[in-house]
């Protein structure tokens, strides 16, 4: 492996890599904190202490219930998915050199969305089934098949977005423009099909759509576990050429890069990992633009430290949003996806607006 790269960037903050080191051990001393003020906090209201004890298995067989099959699996998700989204966000911002790039850059999540109203408009709820009967739709709806349809189409996505560019050229603004149009093409097929939804189907394909925690399994967090992991394995191995490539690519050809395979690669294994969360969880917006742009601030654009510091700021960000719609939801938890850009929309506005030098 080539020796790692240790250039400056261009408006990196100098701080010595034990000071990075630190910072990142203190966001994961944050995330742990989270963690289990999150296994804490719920629509039951149950007491902190008969929360901590039903961690255990101690308590009621309903404190257990409640703190090991439904907190602890919700809490889990936020951690791997906030994760995800973060590092993918990075990974599409890096390889494209795009700081406004995001999981929905390519159409995943709106690919995602009209899987999922396939699957419950018309197979469950809608029109090929079950039609305006609330309860045949209970007993027709199916999460795993949902969840896969909607894997399937944000993979299909992916898949067209690289073969058109693969097609042209493979720059970053083909990606771009390829990813917004097709993303275009997916919301009008997802409007078009809920046109002709019944009442059933289009509110439980309304509501699909709200980034939700709560439908979270111990299974669905294996396999979000698993992709994300190993994911995240490949782009810190890589983080060599991503340096190069961010200083210069013409450098980095030198150095032996293959700046269309690492682009090709690391935006296939973004869109995994988001079709992935996007799937089981519904859409959860704004953590792949806000943190890795708070860790760039933060630690610098090294990816030696940035591809940590932005898993642990995904997982804070989802792990404070989970916590957060427990608490304001008055005995419900609202959609985390509407909580990460209410906390999201404002400090991103105040990342641009507050930049040294920034001219309107």
Known sequence: MPQELTRDFPNEMKVSNRIRWMILAGFLLLVIALFFISLMVGSSNMPFGESFMALFGQGSDVAVRIVQKIRLPETFAALIAGAGLSIAGLMMQSTLKNPMA????L?????AVFGANVSIIGFAGGFLATGNNPQDFAVGANPFATSSIAFIFAATSTLLVLALCSIRSFSSETVVLAGIALGTVWTA???LLQFFATDVGLS????WTFGDLSRATFTMDYIMLAVVGLSAIVFFLLRWRFNAVAADERVAQTLGVHVRALRFVTLFLASLVTAVVV??????GFVGIICPHVMRRIVGNNHRFLIP???????ALLLLSNIVSHL???GTALPVGAITALLGGPFFLYLIFARKGAKA
């Open 328 to 330: 304001v939801g008055g």
């Open 279 to 284: 799937s089981y969880l519904g859409v959860i």
């Open 107 to 111: 159409g995943v999540s709106n690919a």
């Open 189 to 191: 097929a997802t409007t």
């Open 102 to 105: 995001s999981p929905s850059t």
């Open 204 to 207: 439980a394909a309304i509501i």
């Open 309 to 315: 510091g932005s898993l642990l700021c995904g997982s």
